[in-house]
């Protein structure tokens, strides 16, 4: 039988140990590692390249359009001021109060005994949309100061289907000194003056401007 000598053995040897060194391994290892995390730092770098460039953009887009941006709102406050104002007047036209209305129904309730001799209005200056009117007038019959009652109540009876708070009192009802002749009779006078206070509209509007004056 031949004899066979591995005259290398040793070296063979010290070459396995060299390359199951554990440090060398783990020399390797941490390599692969820091490889790894190279990777990983230049993909998140090219990210964060790629959001700065958005972040670059957004900025520049932000600066052109925040001027527009600022003169819009402004714009939208002057038209809407414009536009409350605007409203208010035309609210303010549509509450206003129309006198020949209610001069028209008081001279339906006018009677022939019955003289009306000055006549005046005023609206007032407050929001409350109340209207004052004072009827001068003389009446004549057996019962002069009666026939002055009666259109008193009419005047509220009246009134009160169109009007609010509507309410008729008399300032002076005196006595006339001379009669008068009414359908060939001399009768007696009274003189009166019935103030008249009254309110239209459903609700106060919302500000107020001067007084008006009917005469």
Same mark, same amino acid.
């Given at each position: 039988m031949p004899l066979r000598l591995n005259l290398y053995h040793e070296v063979q040897k010290q070459a396995a140990l060299k390359r199951r060194d554990p440090l060398k391994? @783990?020399?390797?290892? /941490?390599?692969? /590692?820091?490889?790894?995390?190279?990777?990983?730092?230049?993909?998140?770098?090219? =990210?964060?390249h790629s959001?700065? @460039?958005?972040?670059?953009?957004? =900025?520049? !887009?932000?600066? =052109?359009?925040?001027?527009? @941006?600022?003169?819009?709102? =402004?714009? !939208? !406050?002057?038209?809407t001021a414009k536009f409350k104002i605007n409203e208010h007047i035309e609210r303010r036209i549509e509450e206003r109060f129309y006198w020949a209305p209610l001069l028209e129904q008081l001279v339906g309730l006018v009677p022939r005994e019955v003289q009306i001799t000055r006549v005046n209005g005023e609206v007032g200056a407050d929001a409350a949309q109340k209207c004052t009117l004072v009827l001068n007038g003389v009446s004549a019959g057996s019962d002069a100061r009666r026939i002055a009652e009666e259109l008193r109540i009419a005047i509220v009876s009246q009134l009160g289907g169109r009007y609010r708070n509507v309410a008729a009192s008399f300032r002076s009802l005196e006595d006339g000194l001379d009669p008068v002749q009414l359908e060939g009779k001399a009768l007696p006078t009274a003189h009166f003056a019935i103030a008249v206070d009254l309110q239209w509209g459903s609700e106060p509007i919302a500000a107020a401007g001067p007084a008006r004056r009917a005469r």
């Open positions: 391994l @783990s020399m390797f290892g /941490i390599g692969a /590692i820091a490889v790894c995390m190279a990777g990983f730092y230049f993909v998140q770098l090219g =990210k964060a959001l700065n @460039s958005e972040l670059d953009r957004l =900025k520049a !887009e932000h600066a =052109k359009l925040d001027p527009e @941006s600022k003169a819009a709102l =402004k714009r !939208e !406050e002057e038209l």
